[in-house]
Every structure is written in C-alpha cells, then in structure tokens.
C-alpha cells in the first residue's frame, strides 16, 4: 500500500469525480484510475461505486473514509518531526487561512504577540474555506484560521480537532447607497433584491446560507454574480451591483466612508467568531509552542 494511493482516495471522495480528482491530483485520469482499483485491490473491497449516473461511497467507502484522513495526516506528520529530530527538517509552520481574514485579522493577529513571530518561520496559505479544510485533512498545514458559525458546518469540527476563539467579527448586508444616503437595495421593501452570493467553496457562503438560506424572511434574493472572494463581493457593492453579506472586519472602511450603508436592519446581521482549528493529535515542538502562543494572544 502506498500514500499517495491515500491521497488519491481523499480525492477522489471528495470530489466524487474521476477527472476533477485526476486534476488535483496532477496525475492523468487513466493513471488515476488505476492507482483507485490497486488500493481497492490492497484492501479487498470496492470504495466506490461507479454507475452511469456518477460516483459514490461504497458502505466500505464510507468506512474508510474517517481512517484514511489520520492516517494520511498522521504519516506527514511523523515525516516532519522525524526531519526535525534529525536536524534536516525546517521549523516552518504553515497557517492555512480564509482570503478575508488573510487581509485583515490575521496581520494584525500576529504582530500582537511577539513570542509568535519569535518562534519560526511562518507559511500563511491564502485560499477559500474549502480548500484550507483539505489542507488541513490532508496534513499540509498544522492551523486554520477562518470565520466560523455553529450552524455552517464544516469537515474540521470531528473529534480529529480541537479549536479556539480568537476575535469575532459580524455579517453585514451591505449594498451601495443612492444620492439620498439610502441603500440602493434595500432587504426591507418587499422587491427582489439583486444579490451578490458566495459560492460553495466560501465559508462566509455556508454561514449566510445556515442563517438566511432556508429561513421564512421578509425579502427576496436574486442572485446576479457568486464568488468564493469576500473582497470582490465588496468590490461590486460599492459599485452599486447588489446586496452582500460581508465581514465588518473587510468592510469597516467603506462603511466609515459612506460608501457603503446597511440594507436592513440590525436583526439581519449575523455575528460569528473567529477561530484558529488544529488537530487533537500532538504536533512538533515547534507547532505546539506556537498553538501555547496563540492560546495566550
């Protein structure tokens, strides 16, 4: 059995794709495949079940499933610390990071605690909530840092890892105002209201649609544009494109501005906190001096 059998596995559940998985896996479709049908032959069992209709988890792919994310993430893990005892490993400590908060929080997150800058050198990856959570399944980086919502769900909350609040932030719907000073698009007046959305793979995306998705409310979205991008929603706010929820954090200076205004009142509003995530399993003495540093931030 090899790794990277694992990891084509991880893949290839995640996106229930063979070309999408082959893709991320920069490996070719037929090479992928037949990389899937020798872990399925080392196990025993079929993990996936291929029909006309697409791909899915097999019972016993689904079983595998939980297993197959620690070990992966456990055999990095133990390739790090070995490299470190033997003196050829670096101390770089990778943050995984939401885009929003990779601009605003984390900057000023760091720089107020000295012990952390002090301790190694820190790798900040940048990338959508999604794609910081396969980094953190896969073991490419020990901490993520991302807006968080008890109801939005997300694949980092197992028992494989443990979590800390440290700040908070707000959900604004925020829309353009008009030459009177009144948001251009206003949730409260009963019309449609042009919508700028996130996409699947935003976390912001999960939590507004958590609060607002499903819910009996008192206006009506229609959704013209989607991102992953907070700032490009912001971007296309200010123009005046729609109505968006953004993090006051990312917005604060164009609403002191004016140049953005509610488009509702405060009950539309959704507070969230800001946590950093890390696995349960202990980390490297780098890894955990830093997480001792954060806690005390």
Same mark, same amino acid.
């Given at each position: ?43 025993g069992a079929?993990?996936?079940? +291929? ?19 620690v070990l ?38 760091? +720089? ?15 990338d959508s ?169």
């Open positions: 059995m090899e790794l990277i059998w694992l990891e084509d596995y991880l893949a290839l559940a995640e996106t229930l794709n063979f070309s999408r998985a082959a893709e991320l896996r920069h490996v070719t479709q037929p090479a992928f495949s037949r990389r899937i049908r020798a872990l399925e032959s080392w196990v079929a993990l996936f079940s +291929r029909t006309t209709h697409g791909v899915s988890l097999t019972p016993a792919g689904e079983h595998f499933h939980n297993q197959a994310e992966t993430r456990a055999l990095h893990q133990l390739r790090r610390d070995t490299l470190e005892v033997s003196g050829r490993g670096t101390r770089l400590l990778s943050i995984a990071a939401t885009h929003a908060l990779s601009f605003t929080f984390f900057p000023k997150w760091v +720089r107020s605690n000295e012990k952390v800058l002090a301790l190694g050198n820190l790798n900040l990856i940048s909530m999604q794609a910081c959570e396969q980094m953190m399944l896969r073991g490419d980086s020990q901490f993520l840092l991302c807006h968080y919502h008890q109801h939005m769900g997300s694949r980092v909350e197992t028992g494989q890892f443990k979590s800390i609040v440290v700040g908070t932030d707000t959900l604004v719907p925020l829309s353009a105002p008009n030459k009177t000073g009144v948001p251009r698009w206003c949730l409260l007046g009963g019309k449609p209201v042009k919508y700028l959305a996130y996409s699947a793979q935003s976390g912001l995306g999960r939590i507004v649609a958590a609060r607002w998705g499903n819910k009996d409310r008192a206006f009506t979205l229609e959704t013209i544009f989607t991102s992953h991008l907070a700032a490009t929603l912001l971007s296309m706010a200010r123009a005046g494109d729609g109505v968006a929820w953004l993090p006051r954090t990312l917005a604060e200076d164009d609403i002191l501005s004016g140049q953005l205004v509610d488009a509702g009142d405060p009950g539309l509003e959704i507070p969230i906190e800001i946590r950093l995530f890390r696995p349960v399993a202990r980390q490297s003495r780098a890894a955990e001096l830093l997480w001792a540093a954060f806690e005390r931030v």
